[in-house]
């Protein structure tokens, strides 16, 4: 496909995501202001960053740190927000801290001690969002149990985002989840994350500027939006779906 086709074909599916959010606000009784889209370009290449750009978006997301940390670089110019949303282990600290303007898969303090010493190395300010694993069961170690695909359990929360506002180089700005595949929210996205926007109720109590709640993806962004998400994960709808890498 040469480059006018792809073009297109984002600024097509752009357009079809934007008129699901519109009417998902709509129907929710929001203002389409109030909702984010950041577009998940994993295993995408750097040039279908630089057309969304072209095309508005302004934030994007990545999962994994190989994929992520050359494509930022290439796209280094561009007026954009990295959002980091994979599984996060500590030896990729430094190379995500180099590019991320936020980490949305906070969930364990060894991995806040981490982000915030490099954070304060090479000087900036990097906002985090707790993850919260819906389907944790109950912790067999003691301290928070911790779902299948990352976060943190709910009652593992508060400790952690005290965490975080209290480490230098690093904000707390609120809370991420992935609709759960197991346990009492499997198949049912709109109170999973009406769940989540009761555990940012409780978070802003503490920390009243943490009030973003990021939810929802391709499949369910208007679940994510008739619940009050603040921001919306989507990658295949905009992007197509691709051989995954690796």
Not at 42 to 71: C, F, M, W
Not at 83 to 101: C, E, I, M, P, W
Not at 186 to 206: C, I, V
Request: charged letters at 25%; a negative charge.
């Amino acid at each position: 496909m040469d480059m006018t086709d792809r073009r297109d074909e984002l600024a097509g599916n752009l357009a079809k995501v934007e008129e699901r959010i519109a009417a998902a606000c709509a129907a929710a009784g929001r203002k389409r202001e109030e909702v984010t889209l950041i577009v998940v370009t994993k295993t995408y290449p750097a040039q279908d960053v630089r057309i969304l750009s072209e095309l508005g978006v302004r934030h994007v997301a990545e999962n994994r740190d190989q994929d992520a940390a050359p494509k930022a670089a290439d796209c280094s110019d561009l007026p954009l927000s990295w959002h980091f949303v994979g599984q996060l282990q500590t030896n990729k600290v430094r190379s995500v801290v180099g590019y991320a303007d936020v980490v949305q898969s906070v969930d364990r303090s060894k991995l806040v001690t981490a982000l915030s010493k490099e954070a304060v190395r090479v000087g900036r300010e990097l906002g985090c969002l707790v993850q919260v694993a819906l389907d944790a069961g109950e912790s067999t170690t003691g301290g928070a149990a911790r779902g299948e695909r990352g976060g943190v359990a709910p009652e593992g929360i508060e400790e952690l985002a005290a965490l975080v506002a209290d480490s230098p180089g690093l904000r707390i700005d609120g809370l991420m989840t992935v609709a759960p595949l197991t346990g009492e929210y499997a198949g049912r996205q709109r109170a999973a994350f009406e769940r989540l926007m009761d555990l940012s109720t409780d978070l802003r109590r503490a920390h009243p500027a943490a009030n973003m709640v990021s939810a929802g993806m391709s499949a369910d962004l208007e679940e994510a939006v008739a619940a009050g998400a603040t921001h919306v994960r989507v990658g295949t709808a905009v992007l197509g779906v691709r051989p995954r890498l690796g």
